[in-house]
């Protein structure tokens, strides 16, 4: 795998033993490391500084993991490619960290060169979509470039990485259904996802998008998978 562009990462790690490993494995010219060891010091690095991902632990002094992914989506606005990286392996766990706004979620112990390919993964995801022109549909805009969405009435709303390869994918397809096999092949390619995953995150975007534009942009087709809806028009 080549990459042209060093990868910026923060890592937000409080065992002091990880944080060394990871440094010493992603100690060569392809990546810039940054790293915190609490929620503070986290929230303060990403809203001074551009990375392309984030590599963040849940058990953390202060705030939880959860918490900082839920306030960098929603407080700080930042659509930056969230990993999770936790001994937590319940499925509860799973779906509460991707209903925060994670886009990856991987279970200590874990081999470090995993973690390296998803990071590489998540970049190359991010680096591709401002080669693409805005998306539109009556009454809604996407660009790939910002992941921003905006309405004829003038509302927007920035997404996050695995939001926003959804709602291309929806916006894409319309006015027809986007099913969930096409959504699991756009947003994970060939990584399996079961469907309380895929579901968890379809639920939270949705719930992101009422909130912003005060009308259901999402429809669930039963058995068949979801469709956008444009203002005024379908709704």
């Known amino acids: 795998m080549s990459l042209k562009h060093a990868i910026r990462m923060l890592i937000v790690e409080d065992h002091a033993g990880l944080a060394t490993n990871l ?24 809203t001074t500084n551009e990375y392309d991902v984030i590599i963040l632990d849940v058990m953390l002094p202060g705030l939880s993991g959860f918490e900082i992914c839920r306030r960098i989506r929603n407080d700080v606005r930042c659509s930056t490619p969230v990993i ?22 991987l279970v200590k112990p874990f081999n470090l060169r995993e973690l390296q390919l998803r990071v590489d993964a998540l970049y190359r995801r991010k680096a591709g979509f401002s080669r693409t022109p805005e998306i539109r549909v009556p009454g809604i805009c996407f660009d790939p470039g910002t992941l921003m969405v905006s309405t004829e ?27 969930y096999a096409e959504i699991q092949d756009t947003v994970w390619g060939e990584r399996e996802v079961d469907m309380n995953t895929l579901r968890t995150h379809v639920y939270s975007l949705r719930k ?3 909130d912003t534009f005060q009308y259901p942009m999402i429809k669930t087709m039963h058995g068949r998978g979801y469709r956008l809806l444009a203002p005024n028009k379908d709704a």
């Open 208 to 210: 992101l998008l009422q």
């Open 153 to 179: 009435s003038g509302e927007r709303l920035e997404l996050s990485g695995t939001a926003a390869r959804i709602f291309e994918g929806l916006i894409k397809a319309y006015p027809n259904v986007l099913s």
């Open 84 to 105: 999770i990286m936790t001994s937590k392996d319940q499925l509860q766990d799973k779906e509460e960290g991707f209903s925060v706004g994670a886009d990856d979620y």
């Open 23 to 46: 440094l010493e494995f992603f100690d060569d010219q392809r990546y810039i490391l940054d790293f915190a060891s609490d929620g503070l010091t986290a929230l303060h690095l990403i």
